[in-house]
């Protein structure tokens, strides 16, 4: 089977098993802080994840326009904007969080909807975005459709064929890409040394095979110690549950290392469509002396299996400074949205984000290396 033949099987593959544990009757998403139906949408590429979301506050930002750029907005803008910006940046953050509970742009579609921080598109060839869109509309017409995680680096021909169809472009964060470790592990010194570091160091290695029942509650655990206990409680909670089915179904492969006692002290969980991996679960024992590098053990595991399967790397928004030192490209992420079928207040809304996230948002990413 050629490479494109093999990646629209794969991504064919990824999207029934992804159905078959979230989408029907009472089936959910299975994220305790993630309201949301799940359902499916037909393409010559398989039938792609959408998640219809009604507009419930607090839920995890996958999924709620409201979260992404109000709550989650103020937290990571009190975080990392100097003290100058921050007290402004706020307020226009309270405003529109104003706004976008009452322009109702929270019943939100996210289509082709993985329910992880990344999500990977299908060949455009096989998928007709302008009947995709009706479809979706078609199907619920009281939400606005969202088309996340799009790229100018790796999604250009599905920005343009949005736009084209009527959809609107809004900034959402700064993803770092790589590609050609073998060429970034010769030109930067901290990936060489976090590549060297997995050969050093004295824990036990956990291969994906080597994960067993047990694991899942512990990896759930690391992953929330990392991404809920550090960063956000509107990041996506994944239980046991979750990440068993996942990996069972062979949607995420996990790596790790584990201590003398056998238990996992970091673990890595990859997400692939094609050549293009993603990292949606990182995690590691917060509580652990910051010698013993085990976010640098984690994440290596990723530059180590692209590496060696000639993978390029999505690797995803946040610690941009390490990031950049390790050869990540910063690159622009947007959603694409479509209101058009709604009422005019809505329009609007969306109108004013598109706006609001393209001049000021996308320059403030950019300048502050976010």
Known sequence: MSMPADTDARFAASARAFAAFHAGPGAGTHVPNLHARIDTLPTAAGDLPVSIHDGRAGDAWVCSPRTTYADYAAEEGARYLPGWAAPVALRVIASLGRSLQWSGLDRAVPNTNWLLSTNLYPTLGLVDPAALVQAAIARWPGHTLWFRSLNAHDNADWLAALEAVGGQRVTSRQVYLYDDFDTLARRHGNLKADLALLRRTPLQHCRDQ?????????????????????????????????????????????????????RLACVLGLYRQGRTATAPIVGYDTAQPQKMALYRLATACAYRACLANGWRLNFSAGAAGFKRLRGGVPAIEYSVVFARHLPRHTRLAVTALSSLTCRLGTPLLRGFGL
């Open 210 to 262: 080597d994960v067993t029942e047990a694991d899942y509650a512990r990896i759930a655990e690391l992953y929330a110690l990392l991404y809920i206990g550090k960063h956000s409680r509107f990041n996506p909670v994944y239980d046991a549950r979750f990440l068993r089915q996942w990996h069972r179904a062979g949607l995420l492969t996990f790596e790790g290392f584990r201590t003398d006692d056998g």
